[in-house]
Each structure stands twice: as C-alpha cells, then as structure tokens.
C-alpha cells in the first residue's frame, strides 16, 4: 500500500505482487534464491539477520506502452532493470524514486531491482550510526502505465484572506513524446474547480501554477483534522487522459517571537523522538503497527512526533494527517562530525535526500517544520556553511514552513542565527549528572547570544535509558527501569516549567536496534531510550511520563 487513499483513477496504477525472488551474492547471504515479501527488509528472514552485502530481487510483471515504475524506498543504493535495461539508479533508503520505460511491448517482462547496502567509500550518508541502516526493498514498488503526458507534481499551499481560504497549486506535467503536447489541466479542490490550456514541448516537463478560492472551508489542526482531496487532471480534447490525487489540509505556520503559531494560535509541543523501526519488521513496518504507535504515543499525552533521523514513510505522514499529530521531518543525517561532512559526496547526497523529502511530503498538514543535520559540527565554520546551505535549500523548497537542526549538548554552535526555531539536544542526569535546569539555561544563554535570542526553543531530544525487564529495587543504578522514571520525570519537569521553551520531544519512543560499531556503549547492541522496548511493550517510564503530560 503506497497511501492511504488512491492516488489515481484515470492513471492505471497498480502495486507489484508481493512475493518476490531474492538472491544474495556475497558472502552471508542465503544458499540459494529465496521467497520473500515486499515491501520488508531481509533482516526480517534468519539467516539474514546480519548480512550486509547485495540483494537482488525479481518479480514477473504484466505491461505495456509507457511504464512508470515508483519504487517508494530501496536500501540504499538501487538499481531497476526491466529485461536487463537499466532503468534508474538511486541513493538513499527513506525517499522514492522513478524510474520509466517507453514504448514496452504487451506482455510479461522480468523486473530486477538491485539492492546494496555495503558501507563502501561512495556512501557519504550511510554509514555505521546510533540506528540500523537496513537493507531491501523497504516500501512499495508501483507499476503505473501512462500515455504521452503525465502529472508529475501536484503541491498546494494554502492562504487565509480576509475572504477565506485560497488554494495556490502547483501542477508539473512531462511530456514523454516527440511531438509538443497540446491539452488542457483542471484542478479541482473543496468544490471548486480551475482550467487552463496548456502546451508542452516534445521531451520536456513544465510546470503551471494555478489558484483556487475555496472559501470558507475547516481549517486543519490536531484537534479538528479536517483533510481535503485534491485532483490535478489532464485533457485532450475535453477527455480526462491522466490524474493525480492527493490530501491537503488548510492550515498556516510561522513563527513569531518565541511562539509556533499554528492558524494563529501558540503551539506547546510534547512529543516523541521515533526511529521508524518495529521489533522484527525494521523500518518496514505494516500499517497497523505504525497506527498503533500513534495510540501509543497519543495515549502518553503526547501531540507530536519527530522523526528522527531520516524521512518516513508516506503511509505514517497520512495517519498522522488523520489523527493530527504534528510532526518535525528531517532529512537523513545523523551525528557527523566535520570530516565525515568533508567526504566528497556528502553534500551532494544530502541535498539530494533533502530535495526529495520535501518534494514527495510537501503536502501533508501535519508537517509544521522541517529539519536536517542532526549532532553535525555546528561548531566549526565548514560545518556552519552546510548547515546554511541546507536551510537555504528547505526555504527555497518551501517558504512555508519553519526550519530547524537539533543541535548537540557541546558549546560553540555558530547557526542558532541561521535556523528558525532553535532546537538543543541535552541529556542532563543520564550523561552527565548537571542539575536539569543548570544544563538547560546554560544552553538557552549561548543559544541567545549567538543569534537565536527572540526564537522559540524546543529541547528536541532529552531522556534516558532502562533495558526492559531490568530493575533496581534502590532505583538508583542505570539501566533499571526505576532509574529511568526518576530521571525523565526530573527531566521533563524542569524543561515543561521553563518560560522560554516552546516544546519537548523525548528522546525516545521505542527501543531501536543500532549497527554493531556502537555495540560497547548500547547494550543488546540497542539504544534503550525508549519508554517503551522494540515490541511495544510499556516500560515503568511509560506511566511517569502519561502522568506528567496528562496532569497539565
């Protein structure tokens, strides 16, 4: 399932079979080809638990004419082939890609997907982290046909007037033929329609803007979710000859002061710090599980989400459209310091993965900020620059919303100026034993004097660890379960009381399997932060902190 709604009606779309033959070349890999299930990922077969090498699936499929493939995650270097041509190339585990074929016979043709996820001199962004990198074919692969024009990009964003809400699209259609294109493009949201004729050369894509005033629709917001289906649809000749569907919520972000306002209003966040993993499904959760930890999360008291480290799946962004949990997205870099950003594709890699977040999740309400470059070398001017670069990528992508970086506890940043929300990552009590309150002000005053003073702050990461099952009578040695309750209510209490922080998002929801570089300091080879453990089962931590957040 690649959303929770059909994206298309016109457009034949379907969703590849879902068993697969897998082969693993290299060594630790699987005896023989295997059956497995797509979307996964092969740690989920035993003898795969820790291979990290080649995977190459096939798959049977039945098509013709021009073909579209979408391939919504590949871990995390891809190649698609159709009957041995090479269709597209891809890096990156937590963004889709396209990949097309022209002019395909009717019939049945073997589609081959490549994936690897050795850490080799090429991968800047991937490496061995505080999470798993995992292999597969994480998301759904799509088989779409279409004719000589299709819609490629359907973004809306919407405005409050004085007359209500207006509705400014913009609608990219590709033209794969060698002859111009001559049709027309209706845009149709809340009732109301727009038309306008266009023409597109031969080989070329272009882009229309047109705007809607939808009047006096419901405004979108965690207590009142109200979503609007949004259809771009391409004519010739008055008939509808391709579509594109998707949801959008009529809501306003920006910042003032030291205050997120939402439509207007002053946001306080509590929320989750989650790594998209589940137990044994990695990153490739099912549906159900991903809505279950929204209850979960929901049930703790919590109204938003951030998710670390990397961009998640589009299915979990639409229940969180559905639910109204806010949610903080940022693009996949995770604790690098200043030469790890030096390697030579790190930057081209990451623009890459941030252009694509935004790109593919541009229209959910319930992202309200973005964000990019985790625990990087804030502190050194090389690094500094990267960070400007990647700000001024998201704002040009999209004006709308905020930006943000969490930054590590250590002094010396140099981008607090430069981000519209200062966010700082401190672990008082469980790192180190400064009182809450001392560790947070000393990072408020440095945060204010180097350009962040008048932001709204959120302390987006703060915690500790328990290993489930794990207990200390006294309650006073780490990893116990009673260890972690007195430090997060400590924790929790002094950065809610604070006057000048906006929000925090608890570092984190659900224990998270790590590579085994970090095993030393992550015992069971996990981050064991989480209030609850990989299977969801609730630590002691995960009343203390219902407690607190229901108590407000």
Same mark, same amino acid.
């Given at each position: 399932?690649?959303?929770?709604?059909?994206?298309?009606?016109?457009?034949?779309?379907?969703?590849?079979?879902?068993?697969?033959?897998?082969t693993?070349?290299?060594a630790?890999?699987?005896?023989?080809?295997?059956?497995?299930?797509?979307?996964?990922?092969?740690?989920?077969h035993?003898?795969?638990?820790?291979?990290?090498?080649?995977?190459?699936?096939?798959?049977?499929?039945?098509?013709?004419?021009?073909?579209?493939?979408?391939?919504?995650?590949?871990?995390?270097?891809?190649?698609?082939?159709?009957?041995?041509?090479?269709?597209?190339?891809?890096?990156?585990?937590?963004?889709?890609?396209?990949?097309?074929?022209?002019?395909?016979?009717?019939?049945?043709?073997t589609?081959?997907?490549?994936?690897?996820?050795?850490?080799? /001199?090429?991968?800047?962004?991937?490496?061995?982290?505080?999470?798993?990198?995992?292999?597969?074919i994480?998301?759904?692969?799509?088989?779409?046909?279409?004719?000589?024009?299709?819609?490629?990009?359907?973004?809306?964003?919407?405005?409050?007037?004085?007359?209500?809400?207006?509705?400014?699209?913009?609608?990219?259609?590709?033209?794969?033929?060698?002859?111009?294109?001559?049709? /027309?493009?209706?845009?149709?949201?809340?009732?109301?329609?727009?038309?306008?004729?266009?023409?597109?050369?031969?080989?070329?894509?272009?882009?229309?803007?047109?705007?809607?005033?939808?009047? /006096?629709?419901?405004?979108?917001?965690?207590?009142?979710?109200?979503?609007?289906?949004?259809?771009?649809?391409?004519?010739?000749?008055?008939?509808?000859?391709?579509?594109?569907?998707?949801?959008?919520?009529?809501?306003?972000?920006?910042?003032?002061?030291?205050?997120?306002?939402?439509?207007?209003?002053?946001?306080?966040?509590?929320?989750?710090?989650?790594?998209?993993?589940?137990?044994?499904?990695?990153?490739? /959760?099912?549906?159900?599980?991903?809505?279950?930890?929204?209850?979960?999360?929901?049930?703790?008291?919590?109204?938003?989400?951030?998710?670390?480290?990397?961009?998640?799946?589009?299915?979990?962004?639409?229940?969180?459209?559905?639910?109204?949990?806010?949610?903080?997205?940022?693009?996949?870099?995770?604790?690098?310091?200043?030469?790890?950003?030096?390697?030579?594709?790190?930057?081209?890699?990451?623009?890459?993965?941030?252009?694509?977040?935004?790109?593919?999740?541009?229209?959910?309400?319930?992202?309200?900020i973005? *964000?990019?470059?985790?625990?990087?070398?804030?502190?050194?001017?090389?690094?500094?620059?990267?960070?400007?670069?990647?700000?001024?990528?998201?704002?040009?992508?999209?004006?709308?919303r905020?930006?943000?970086?969490?930054?590590?506890?250590?002094? *010396?940043?140099?981008?607090?100026?430069?981000?519209?929300?200062?966010?700082?990552?401190?672990?008082?009590?469980?790192?180190?034993?400064?009182?809450?309150?001392?560790?947070?002000?000393?990072?408020?005053?440095?945060?204010?004097?180097?350009?962040?003073?008048?932001?709204?702050?959120?302390?987006?990461?703060i915690?500790?660890?328990?290993?489930? *099952?794990?207990?200390?009578?006294?309650?006073?040695?780490k990893?116990?379960?009673?260890?972690?309750?007195?430090?997060?209510?400590?924790?929790?209490?002094?950065?809610?009381?604070?006057?000048?922080?906006?929000?925090?998002?608890?570092?984190?929801?659900?224990d998270?399997?790590?590579?085994?570089?970090?095993?030393?300091?992550?015992?069971?080879?996990?981050?064991?932060?989480?209030?609850?453990?990989?299977?969801?089962?609730?630590?002691l931590?995960?009343?203390?902190?219902?407690?607190?957040?229901?108590?407000?």
């Amino acid at each position: 399932m690649e959303r929770v709604f059909a994206t298309h009606i016109i457009r034949k779309s379907r969703e590849c079979a879902p068993v697969w033959t897998l082969t693993t070349p290299d060594a630790g890999g699987l005896t023989k080809p295997g059956k497995v299930v797509v979307p996964s990922v092969w740690e989920s077969h035993p003898r795969l638990r820790k291979y990290r090498g080649r995977g190459v699936y096939e798959q049977r499929i039945r098509a013709g004419g021009n073909l579209r493939l979408w391939l919504g995650g590949v871990s995390f270097r891809a190649r698609v082939y159709l009957d041995d041509a090479l269709l597209a190339e891809h890096y990156g585990s937590y963004t889709g890609f396209e990949a097309l074929a022209q002019q395909i016979p009717d019939g049945e043709q073997t589609l081959r997907i490549e994936a690897d996820i050795r850490f080799d /001199a090429d991968s800047a962004l991937h490496v061995p982290n505080d999470y798993y990198a995992y292999g597969g074919i994480n998301r759904p692969v799509i088989v779409e046909e279409v004719g000589q024009a299709y819609i490629t990009r359907l973004h809306v964003t919407p405005r409050c007037t004085s007359d209500g809400w207006t509705a400014d699209a913009a609608v990219s259609v590709r033209n794969l033929g060698d002859q111009p294109f001559h049709g /027309a493009l209706r845009l149709s949201l809340a009732g109301k329609e727009a038309t306008e004729e266009i023409e597109i050369p031969a080989h070329e894509t272009t882009l229309y803007g047109l705007s809607l005033d939808c009047g /006096a629709v419901t405004p979108w917001s965690p207590e009142n979710p109200a979503l609007y289906a949004v259809t771009a649809t391409l004519l010739v000749n008055g008939e509808a000859v391709d579509d594109l569907i998707d949801r959008i919520g009529f809501r306003t972000i920006r910042t003032d002061g030291k205050k997120i306002l939402l439509n207007g209003q002053p946001l306080q966040l509590r929320g989750f710090n989650r790594h998209e993993e589940y137990g044994s499904f990695g990153l490739s /959760a099912p549906l159900e599980a991903m809505m279950q930890d929204i209850h979960l999360m929901r049930d703790l008291g919590a109204n938003c989400v951030r998710t670390c480290h990397y961009p998640n799946d589009p299915l979990f962004l639409d229940l969180c459209d559905e639910t109204g949990l806010l949610v903080w997205e940022e693009s996949h870099v995770r604790g690098f310091g200043e030469e790890q950003m030096r390697h030579p594709r790190f930057m081209e890699q990451l623009r890459q993965c941030t252009a694509e977040m935004v790109e593919q999740h541009y229209n959910h309400p319930a992202v309200f900020i973005w *964000g990019s470059l985790n625990e990087c070398a804030d502190d050194t001017e090389f690094g500094a620059a990267c960070y400007r670069e990647i700000f001024a990528l998201l704002r040009k992508a999209d004006p709308g919303r905020p930006v943000t970086a969490a930054l590590l506890e250590r002094p *010396g940043g140099k981008v607090y100026g430069d981000m519209d929300v200062v966010s700082i990552n401190i672990y008082p009590q469980w790192y180190h034993d400064t009182p809450v309150q001392d560790a947070l002000n000393r990072k408020l005053l440095e945060a204010a004097q180097g350009g962040g003073e008048n932001k709204p702050v959120i302390v987006s990461e703060i915690g500790a660890g328990a290993i489930y *099952g794990c207990h200390d009578p006294f309650g006073e040695a780490k990893w116990s379960e009673e260890r972690q309750c007195a430090i997060l209510k400590e924790q929790i209490t002094a950065v809610l009381s604070h006057p000048d922080v906006t929000g925090l998002f608890l570092w984190q929801f659900a224990d998270v399997r790590v590579s085994g570089e970090w095993a030393r300091s992550r015992p069971r080879t996990y981050n064991n932060k989480g209030v609850v453990d990989e299977y969801r089962r609730p630590k002691l931590a995960y009343q203390v902190v219902k407690n607190i957040w229901s108590a407000e």
